[in-house]
């Protein structure tokens, strides 16, 4: 955590040497109304953490709700579902993993578990069978969460599974994008910046967009790189690739960034400062000229005994904390 606009940073919270499969294996961090929360656990049992103040971490749950159809929680209510990803807006976090989606409007004391098998599937020609399940909030304007996982269907296979919830995660449907049936090769992220959902395809050349939270697509649109990670930075669209570091307003237009730029994932603070991660890499850097230059205010040792996968940091994000206590 970083209290000083990313200039310094301390470990606040150290659970026990895992991989990225395990009890504690943790790739994402989702932010909303004061609360972080950071989901653990993948092909294993998974528990939500959470913080007020980004130091004192506790279970998100009141302790005395449990989810029934988890095979691994035997009574105890800090077990979740399987938890993939996470996404935040106002006050509620959707999280999703396999076959189901969580959100709590709540902070913990109330999770509803929405499971894919209520998808009315008459219409369909293929069987729903998807896994990585990952929430994204398309922001304020249409208050909706999209949520988009891999397609594992052997027959009549699509680009993935994109679904949307217009209740604050409570219900879902599952959406067809023809578009991006017909000409999107898989996909290595999705984000939104409030107005404008973006998927970048498989190999991060090319580019969609809606600009009404996934109902209609556009593209594709060529980026201009290839094998990149899609990050969002204040209100634009970056992809962060060795060759090439491109970004855009709209998805539509691309241009260079400043030679240098690292990859990974990049975040930019209120005040512009760009703070950049990578799970191969065991820094964090910093840039106060938009990425002109870059500093390492940041190293840490990974855990190697027992250990397999990469162990750089997964996804950050920025809020507001309470005060220390």
């Not at 998807?130 to 680009?159: M, Q, W």
């Not at 996934?214 to 634009?236: I, K, N, Q």
């Not at 030679?259 to 209120?270: L, M, Q, R």
Request: hydrophobic letters at 35%.
């Amino acid at each position: 955590m970083s209290r000083d606009d990313g200039k310094s940073w301390s470990q606040v919270h150290w659970g026990y040497p895992g991989s990225d499969h395990g009890l504690w294996a943790t790739k994402a961090i989702a932010y909303t109304s004061g609360v972080f929360v950071v989901p653990i656990g993948w092909g294993a049992a998974t528990a939500w953490l959470a913080s007020e103040d980004g130091e004192t971490w506790r279970h998100l749950t009141n302790g005395k709700t449990q989810l029934t159809g988890i095979k691994a929680a035997d009574g105890d209510p800090s077990v979740m579902l399987g938890t993939w990803g996470i996404a935040g807006g106002k006050g509620v976090f959707v999280t999703g993993g396999y076959m189901m989606m969580d959100a709590t409007p709540d902070f913990g004391k109330t999770i509803t578990i929405f499971a894919s098998h209520k998808f009315k599937q008459n219409s369909r020609s293929r069987k729903l069978v998807t896994h990585h399940v990952g929430p994204v909030y398309c922001g304020d304007t249409s208050g909706r969460f999209l949520a988009l996982g891999n397609d594992r269907s052997k027959e009549n296979p699509v680009f993935e599974n994109l679904y949307a919830s217009d209740d604050l995660g409570q219900s879902w449907i599952w959406l067809e994008p023809m578009l991006l049936n017909e000409k999107c090769n898989g996909y290595s992220g999705i984000v939104s910046n409030g107005e404008t959902v973006l998927i970048a395809d498989k190999e991060a050349a090319n580019v969609f967009i809606s600009a009404n939270a996934g109902d209609t697509w556009e593209g594709p649109f060529p980026s201009g790189t290839a094998r990149a990670s899609l990050s969002m930075v204040g209100t634009e669209f970056w992809l962060l690739g060795s060759k090439a570091a491109r970004a855009s307003r709209d998805g539509k237009t691309w241009c260079d960034l400043p030679k240098g730029i690292p990859t990974g994932k990049i975040v930019a603070s209120p005040d512009g400062t760009l703070i950049s991660i990578d799970r191969h890499r065991y820094n964090i850097l910093r840039s106060t000229d938009s990425g002109e230059r870059w500093g390492e205010v940041h190293r840490f040792q990974p855990e190697t005994e027992n250990v397999h996968g990469a162990q750089g940091l997964r996804d950050i994000v920025f809020g507001y904390t309470a005060n220390k206590r």
